[in-house]
C-alpha cells in the first residue's frame, strides 16, 4: 500500500507533492518520487530509501511547475531501488504514472510490448501502463486512459500525467483508495485524506470504476465509459491524527478491517475460479523435487510461528509429507536434524527478525532448500531465501500483527493445495471445493466484520479479569495459541491456550468460577470431543464463549455465550475464526485503557536475539 499525491493548480507542485507524501509516511515505504510537467517536459526525479534522500536529490533542482503527482512504493513487484521507484514512464517520457495495487496481467502485457519497441527499465508491473499509454495515444488523453483501463487486469489507483495535455491530471480507481481535494484555482489528488487535509476538507471520494479528470478549476468525474457521475463532496471531519488511521480508533482496527482487501490481493492472480489452476510462478519445484523430501521445517516467531502451526496442519493433511514447526530462536541453537534432503520454510511479516533471518541462514548452511513467506519485498529474509512468496498485506503499523496473519494463513494454505496438486495428492472435486471456498473468504470476513457487538459485550464483560483460557482442537487449536497472544499482548491479560484434550492433564487445576475460557468449535473431525472439553470447564464454573459455525445448536447449549462465523470448510475455518479473538483482544485492551497500537515493552520489528 503505497502513497499518491497529485497537483494542479498556480502553485509550485513540487512542495505540496514532499509536503502531502510525508503525510502518509505512517504507512510505511521504500521509494519515493515525483514528476512535474514543465515546458513541454515531465521531470521525473525518484529514489530509494526515505523521502529525505528525495528531498536531498532535488536540492539545487527542484521541479518546477505547477502539476505534478507524488509516489512512495512500497515494494510488490520488484526491489526496492532507484529504477523501481514510481513515477515511471514510457519510451519518449510524454506518460509518468503512479500507481497502487498490482497489476496482474503485466507479464503477457510486457512481452507484448517488448515485441512492439518499447524498453523496460524496471522489474514493476507498473511500469506497462504508461507504455500501454503511449501505444495506444491517439491525441485523447482522456480516451486513452479508458483504453488502457479496459486492457489491465488487477486492483490499482492510478493517477497519470500526459506532456501534451499538461492542463489535466487524469486518475482512476479499483479496489484501492483515492480522493480528490477539492481547492479554488487548485486541486489535489491523494490515497489518502492525511496528505490533503491542511489544504482542504472538501472531497471526492473515487469508488471503484470510476475515473476523474482534474483541472486546476475543475473535476470531472465519470465512469470508465465516460458517462458523467453525480458526486457528492465529501467534507472530512476528522483531526489529522484520525485521518491516519482512516478513520478507525487505532492502527490495529484499521488493520483488522483492511484483512478483506489484503486476503483478495494476496489471492490475486494465485487461483483461478474457472479452472481450479493455482498459479505461483515464484517457485519452481518439480514433482521430482517435492518427491525427494524427506521433512519440511517451518521457522518462525510469535504470530508468523503460529501461521507455520496452521501451516503444518495443512501441508501434512493434504500433502502427507512430514513437517516439524519450530520457533526461529530454538530452531537455530537445537541442533536441527535437517540436510538437502529438508526444505526449511521462514515466515516473516517484516522479513526482518534477527531469530528468523539467522535461522533461515542455519538451515541453508546445512543444505536445505529454503523458502520465505514474507510481507516486505526486499527485506533481508526475501533476499536470503532461495525463493520467496509474498504477503500482499501492505505495511503493518500496529504492533499486533493481524492483517499478516490472515495473509500466511492464506499462502500456507494455497501452498499446500499446489503441493499435492503437483504431487497428485488431492482429488479434484476436494480441490475445486477448496478454491471455491477459499475465493468466498474476503466476503465471509466482511460478514463477521459487520456484526461486531456480540464481541465488545463479551469484551467490556470480562476486561476487568486477570486470566483466560483458549481452547480448541486440530485447526482450533492453532487458532487458539494465536487467540491467546493477541489478548495477552495488547491487553496485558494473562491467558493460555491449550489443545482442550490436554487441559486434564494439569492446566484444569486453574479452571475456577467466572473464569472466561474461549472455545474454538469449528472443526466437525473433533466437535463432539472439544464440547465434552467444553462441558468439563463449565462444570467448574468457567464462563465459556463458544466460537462455532453458523448454524451451530448444539455449541449455543452449553456455552454461556457464542460468537458465529460463516459456514466454511473445516480447513478455512481458521481464517475466519481469527477475526472475533483479534477483536475480542482489540476490544478488551480498549476497556482497559492500554496502548493497543503500541503495547507496553514490545516493538514492531524485532531485529535483536
Ligand atoms: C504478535 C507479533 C509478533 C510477530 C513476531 C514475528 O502480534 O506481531 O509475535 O509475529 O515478532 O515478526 P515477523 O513476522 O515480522 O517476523
Redesign the pocket.
Known sequence: MCGIVGYIGRHQATPFLLEGLSKLEYRGYDSAGIAVYHDGKIDVEKCVGRLDALRQKLIGHEPVGTVGIGHTRWATHGKPSDINAHPHVDDTGMFAVVHNGIIENYMPLKQELVKKGHHFKSQTDTEVVPHLMAEYYNGDFEATVRKVLSIIKGSYSLVFLCAKEPDKIICAKKNNPLVIGLGKGENYIASDIPAIISKTRDTYILADGEMAIVMADSVRVTDLNGKPVDKKVFRVTWDAEAAEKGGFEHFMLKEIYEQPKCVRDTLRGRLSRENDEISLPELNWTPDFLKKLRKIFIV?????YHAGIVGKYYIEKMARIPVEVDIASEFRYRDPIIDDSCLCIV???????SD?LEALKEAKRRGAATMAVTNVVGSSIAREADQVIYTYAGPEIA???TK?YTTQLIIMLILSLYISKLLGKIEDKRLHDLIQGILRIPEQMHEILENVDPIKVFAANYASCEDAFFLGRSLDYAVALEGA??LK?ISYIHAEAYAAGELKHGTLALIEEGVPVIVLATQPHVYDKTISNLQEVKSRGAIVIGIGMQGDKELAKHANSVITIPQADEELAPILAVIPLQLLAYYAALARGCDVDKPRNLAK??TVE
Open positions: 518462525a516467531c510469535g504470530t508468523a515466515i516473516s511479516q517484516s522479513g526482518e527478525t528468523t504492533v499486533a500483527s499478516a497472544l493477541k499482548e520489528s524485532v
